[in-house]
């Protein structure tokens, strides 16, 4: 076998599983996506997890692998995932006393809507509709929930 050949095959196989996977969520350090998020105007979504939270892995393994919810974070917002093992200042800075924990902030960091726990993708998809509308500064997620019921 020639070296060009052997460097093809390993190249294919470091590559393939991405190509059959499809598309991840581009998430940033916590700097890089609030300085991203001022720069591109958009808000953020800032997930608190720890390798030994298991709803922490539940949310990787199947709230983040929806085409949908990957697609619409990475097209409207600015991802940012803080482990809390690691970033403790950050994770005391928001008063996380639970995993996992998800943040919606507007793009200059700002508050603009918590949501405790685990959160399937049709309800973070929900939740990313209610930030992006803005419809968080008007009304409760209830209200917002009835509303698009209506239409």
């Known amino acids: 076998m020639s ?3 052997m460097v093809s095959v390993i190249l294919l196989l470091l590559v393939f599983p991405y190509m059959a996977f499809g598309n991840s969520i581009h998430w940033f350090s916590y700097n890089k996506g609030l300085a991203e998020a001022r720069r591109q105007n958009k808000p953020i979504y800032l997930h608190f997890s720890a390798k030994w939270c298991g709803y922490c892995r539940k949310m990787e393994k199947i709230t983040f692998q929806k085409e949908k919810i990957i697609s619409y974070l990475n097209d409207h917002f600015i991802s940012i995932k803080v482990n809390t093992e690691d970033q403790q200042k950050i994770a005391r800075k928001y008063h996380v006393t639970a995993l996992p924990d998800n943040r919606f902030l507007n793009k200059n960091g700002g508050p ?8 399937d993708s049709l309800a973070l998809g929900f ?5 992006l509308t803005k419809a968080y500064k008007t009304m409760d997620p209830m209200a917002y929930y009835q509303s698009k019921k209506a239409e």
């Open 127 to 131: 939740f990313l509709e209610y930030i």
């Open 112 to 119: 603009a809507y918590r949501v405790p726990g685990f959160i």
């Open 3 to 5: 070296i060009k050949f």
